[in-house]
């Protein structure tokens, strides 16, 4: 399939300057403001470091303020992160894991204090809504998941050429196995090191 990126989410919002005061208060950019035609007008913002943005304004959507629920935002210190909404005045709750171990239960349900015992990726949380009741979850990864993998980033030409070094020789031994040569071999780099190459590990 061709690639389909989530790029936008709509947020429904019952006056459009005070979410806007709320999320840019957060450090989200602002991308847009557009007013139209017979008070039609369309904001757009993004957390630091997202890929997605959100959308608000007048005209845009039928759905009710602060019907949005469960929109995740994903940090690396669940802990800090808190502290520094919480210093902001953002009413947040305190950071908390499922009783499953898995993923969380809707609303408060299954709920226990603190970040998960083991510190594992994905299970810690922190909720926090807008003034409208759009409700937010922070999820703390530090580790992704197989195939989860979509930034490689190296900081400098030595990591890279490092990296590259690594990939040769895996795919060395990869053609020892195939019998013969990979003529896709461009194809086996950019995986191995969507796989392997992030930040030259």
């Keep these: 399939m061709p ?3 989530l790029e936008i989410v709509v947020l429904p919002v019952s006056d459009v300057d005070r979410a806007k005061a709320f999320y840019t ?7 847009a403001d557009f ?18 943005s959100v959308i608000f304004g007048s005209g845009i959507t039928d759905a009710a303020p602060g019907s949005a629920q469960g929109l995740h935002l994903v940090v690396t210190d669940i802990e800090a992160t808190r502290a520094r909404l919480a210093e902001q005045g953002v009413p947040i709750s305190e950071v908390f894991h ?6 969380h239960h809707t609303g408060t349900e ?31 990864i530090t580790t992704r ?31 020892k196995e195939l019998g013969h040569q990979d003529a896709d071999w461009p194809a086996w780099y950019a995986e191995y090191l969507v796989r392997h190459g992030l930040s030259g590990t």
């Design 35 to 52: 007013p139209g035609a017979g008070g039609f007008r369309v904001i757009q913002l993004t957390p630091p470091g997202s890929p997605a």
């Design 98 to 103: 499922d009783a499953g171990g898995v993923f």
């Design 145 to 175: 998941l197989p195939g989860r993998v979509t930034d490689v980033t190296f900081s400098s030409a030595a990591e890279l050429a490092g990296a590259l070094r690594r990939a040769a020789a895996a795919h060395g031994e990869h053609e």
């Design 25 to 31: 208060a957060l450090g989200w950019r602002e991308d």
């Design 110 to 140: 299954a709920r226990v204090s603190g970040p998960d015992p083991d510190h594992t990726s994905y299970a810690s949380f922190a909720s926090f809504s807008d003034p409208d009741g759009n409700g937010w979850v922070l999820q703390e």
């Design 3 to 5: 690639d389909m990126k």
